[in-house]
């Protein structure tokens, strides 16, 4: 575990195999992305994409390969989440396509109520922050992420990204 993973304090919860279980499949996205961060700006871009995501290792890991159009151009990404059993935890990576030689650093998380909360340590334009990721199954046909970032340890957070989940018939 490095420092910045000991200095996150994840909030009470459980993680298990079945945690991710709502999101296996295909899923049209509906993306909400704030312009820019970090500035106090309400300016909102929204672009569409599809994923799907598939479990392995007898539910201990999960992946999804994202598709999204924006502005003309389709940009390609892949979640992993791998569950820690022992620590009682999930991991969260998330690789762009648009630079397939560095993975963001994970996110570490667990599930209450039906939503998971992820958390880590990470700089964005030079400022360090505590980033929060959320997974909601809204219900068998929909779904939710949500992306926000804190300046001051958590105290407020600005969400940044929003995605809506739709469930889709599985063409694979």
Excluded at 83 to 110: F, N
Excluded at 120 to 129: I, V
Excluded at 148 to 166: C, P
Aim: hydrophobic content about 35%; some cysteine.
């Amino acid at each position: 575990m490095t420092a910045a993973e000991a200095e996150v304090q994840l909030p009470p919860g459980t993680a298990s195999r079945g945690d991710f279980d709502y999101f296996l499949g295909s899923w049209r996205v509906e993306h909400q992305r704030l312009r820019k961060r970090l500035a106090g700006s309400n300016d909102w871009e929204a672009f569409a994409g599809r994923t799907h995501c598939q479990q392995m290792f007898g539910g201990l890991v999960n992946l999804n390969e994202s598709i999204s159009y924006r502005g003309g151009r389709t940009s390609y990404g892949m979640g992993l989440r791998a569950l820690d059993e022992p620590g009682g935890r999930w991991a969260d990576w998330y690789l762009s396509g648009s630079d397939l030689s560095k993975i963001d650093p994970p996110l570490y998380g667990r599930f209450s109520r039906g939503v998971g909360t992820f958390l880590s340590r990470d700089t964005f334009e030079g400022r360090q922050l505590l980033v929060r990721g959320q997974f909601a199954s809204v219900n068998r046909e929909e779904a939710r992420w949500e992306q926000a970032f804190s300046v001051d340890d958590g105290v407020t957070w600005e969400t940044n990204w929003v995605m809506r989940y739709l469930r889709m018939e599985d063409a694979r």
